[in-house]
């Protein structure tokens, strides 16, 4: 049985910096790509980050140059650190291993889409003064 679990989440004032991390038990995550997603109240899941088999990165342009995903093998963790946070990425924030590639990060995802093979159950992320 796979578990991802995420943690780090909670309030924080704007220009704040939060690090999520993603820890999984029953799989290795280093062998699959790893996303970050959020979903605002009334709005699409959205991919903001992966990282590949290789290592490689991306970003989706809303966080860009303010977040970095990166992750620890020996941990079995992919971390996400958000920097210089702005009240709209608040969001609850999901991890998910993907089979094969990473998402397309310009589109939103369904959360049934196939390329998935696990979500994490999400954590709250609060951008507010």
């Known amino acids: 049985h796979v578990q991802l679990v995420e943690s780090g989440g909670g309030l924080v004032q704007p220009g704040g910096s939060l690090r999520l991390s993603c820890a999984a038990s029953g799989d290795r995550l280093d062998y699959y790509p790893i996303g970050w997603f959020r979903q605002a109240p009334g709005k699409e899941r959205e991919g903001i980050s992966c990282?590949?088999?290789?290592?490689?990165?991306r970003y989706a342009d809303s966080v860009k140059g303010r977040f970095t995903i990166s992750r620890d093998n020996s941990k079995n963790t992919v971390y996400l650190q958000m920097n210089n946070l702005k009240p709209e990425d608040t969001a609850v924030y999901y991890c998910?291993?993907?089979?094969?590639?990473?998402?397309?990060?310009?589109?939103?995802?369904?959360?049934?889409?196939?390329?998935?093979?696990?979500w994490g159950q999400g954590i709250q992320v609060t951008v507010s003064s």
């Open positions: 990282i590949s088999h290789d290592d490689s990165t």
């Open positions: 998910a291993i993907h089979y094969f590639t990473c998402s397309d990060l310009r589109r939103p995802v369904d959360i049934r889409t196939p390329d998935i093979k696990y």
